[in-house]
């Protein structure tokens, strides 16, 4: 694409501070749109942890030929949730994987659900990325509500790889009330659920989350102590003189008009009304 480019950065999710960059015209970004022929978008579903819907979506992919990850980011408890799902569906093959197995058990786990010798993969969040098995069509992500928005779509996208329908279930407990940020993340999730929208995401990540220190390790936060539109202004002013470029021209409004005004609100058990009179006219 270009001769004068030393790095070239590939992501489907850019990390906050990295999108800053781009927005603010430091780094260069071009977005892929288009999706691989026959790809279709992974149907996602926010859902109560429910031994019904678990049952269902792993039987239904099974029954039509597939196979479902189920991810549980927690080794220590792993060995009774393999043990709940067994119980909950015990014609079902199932396998574990996670990041401290023995690398030879690990990688024989991994052939076995490649070669499809097990049906459903019960693992960490070590499966987010640089998976491409494209039999697997259901993903379960248990306590999604734990998980970055950014992570929740590398996650999705271990499903859906070919033409097939796929579908995801991110499981939150009916026990706890989530925090503000996590509505956020699961709200964003299912909303852009299309093709093409990893770049939305990252835009709603960097929201979130704060774009981090442009001149430090900081991959998010820091920035929003003084604002995020203030901080870029600050950066895009810097650049300019830095380019050698001409200030743009900042013009204040003020707006007076020759009349008094008066904005009144009264407060009802329902609705609030407001009402703005100006002198000399009716209501």
């Known amino acids: 694409m ?13 990390i906050p501070r990295t999108l800053s960059m781009s927005t603010m015209g430091i780094r260069d970004i071009s977005i892929i749109n288009t999706p691989p022929p026959n790809r279709l978008s992974v149907k996602t579903y926010i859902s109560e942890f429910d031994p ?15 196979q479902v990850f189920f991810v549980h980011n927690r080794i220590k408890s792993m060995p009774a949730m393999k043990k709940y799902l067994e119980r909950l569906v015990p014609e079902v093959r199932i396998g574990t994987a996670h990041g401290q197995m023995d690398e030879h058990d690990l990688e024989r786990v991994m052939l076995s659900f490649v070669d499809k010798r097990i049906d459903v993969l019960l693992s960490t969040a070590i499966i987010e990325s640089g998976l491409d098995i494209p039999s697997a069509n259901t993903i379960i992500v248990n306590r999604a509500d734990t998980f970055g928005l950014a992570q929740l779509y590398q996650i999705r996208g271990r499903v859906g790889r070919s033409s097939v329908r796929a579908y995801a279930y991110f499981l939150i407990p009916s026990s706890i009330v989530l925090s503000p940020d996590a509505r956020k993340r699961l709200a964003v999730i299912n909303e852009f659920s299309h093709l093409g929208s990893g770049i939305r995401i990252a835009e709603y990540d960097l929201e979130i989350r704060g774009a981090g220190n442009l001149l430090g390790a900081d991959q998010s936060g820091h920035i929003n102590t003084v604002g995020y539109e203030m901080y870029k ?51």
């Open 233 to 283: 202004e600050l950066v895009e002013q810097a650049l300019v003189q830095i380019k050698g470029d001409a200030a743009p021209i900042e013009i204040e409004t003020d707006i007076q008009i020759p009349m008094a005004a008066y904005i009144l609100r009264a407060t009802y058990p329902i609705r609030i009304f407001a009402w703005a009179f100006i002198e000399g006219s009716s209501p």
């Open 52 to 66: 019904e819907v678990i049952k269902e979506a792993i039987t239904r992919e099974i029954s039509r030929g597939g």
């Open 2 to 14: 270009k001769t004068q480019v030393d790095v070239l950065t590939m992501t489907a999710t850019p």
